[in-house]
């Protein structure tokens, strides 16, 4: 999650530079008429409107990429855990990086053992329909 976080950082950074970026035709300034009352109102309402339609648009890109990421998490979970033949019965902490994890694999209970990410099988139940 963290490298699509940054890959989006990056892609608008890139956007932003490259809006701002200025060519060299529009270095090159010629003097804009006078504003007259009606072309006042009527540019002034057209600049509001520029600056929703580009919010809209970036606000859309953004929610466009969060729901590219959301399905590439989700499909990578679902399609490991179609079968449903594992499945995490309790979770006991017993520090701050430490736990007591009961799985459930097919029709056998694990008792593991969860420290800092790697875990170490403990025991083995055989589930015979009834609590352990």
Same mark, same amino acid.
């Given at each position: 999650?963290?490298?699509?976080?940054?890959?989006?950082?990056?892609?608008? +950074?890139?956007?932003?530079?490259?809006?701002?970026?200025?060519?060299?035709?529009?270095? #090159?300034? !010629?003097?804009?008429?006078?504003?007259?009352?009606? +072309?006042?109102?009527? +540019?002034?309402? !057209?600049?509001?409107?520029?600056? /929703?339609?580009?919010?809209?648009?970036?606000?859309?890109?953004?929610? *466009? *990429?969060?729901?590219?990421?959301?399905?590439?998490? *989700?499909?990578?979970?679902?399609?490991?855990?179609?079968?449903? !033949? /594992?499945?995490?019965?309790?979770?006991?902490?017993?520090?701050?990086?430490? +736990?007591?994890?009961?799985?459930?694999? &097919?029709?056998?209970?694990?008792?593991?053992?969860?420290?800092?990410?790697?875990? !170490?099988?403990? &025991? #083995?139940? #055989?589930?015979?329909?009834?609590?352990?």
């Amino acid at each position: 999650m963290a490298k699509m976080r940054s890959i989006a950082l990056h892609c608008c +950074s890139s956007v932003i530079c490259w809006l701002s970026v200025r060519s060299v035709e529009a270095a #090159e300034s !010629t003097p804009l008429p006078l504003p007259s009352d009606d +072309s006042v109102l009527f +540019s002034m309402g !057209t600049g509001v409107w520029r600056v /929703i339609l580009a919010l809209a648009v970036v606000v859309g890109v953004i929610l *466009i *990429i969060r729901w590219f990421v959301g399905r590439a998490s *989700i499909g990578g979970a679902n399609s490991a855990g179609m079968g449903k !033949t /594992i499945s995490i019965i309790e979770r006991k902490p017993l520090g701050p990086r430490q +736990s007591l994890l009961l799985v459930q694999v &097919c029709n056998k209970k694990i008792l593991l053992h969860q420290v800092k990410g790697s875990l !170490t099988p403990l &025991c #083995e139940i #055989e589930n015979d329909g009834g609590e352990v």
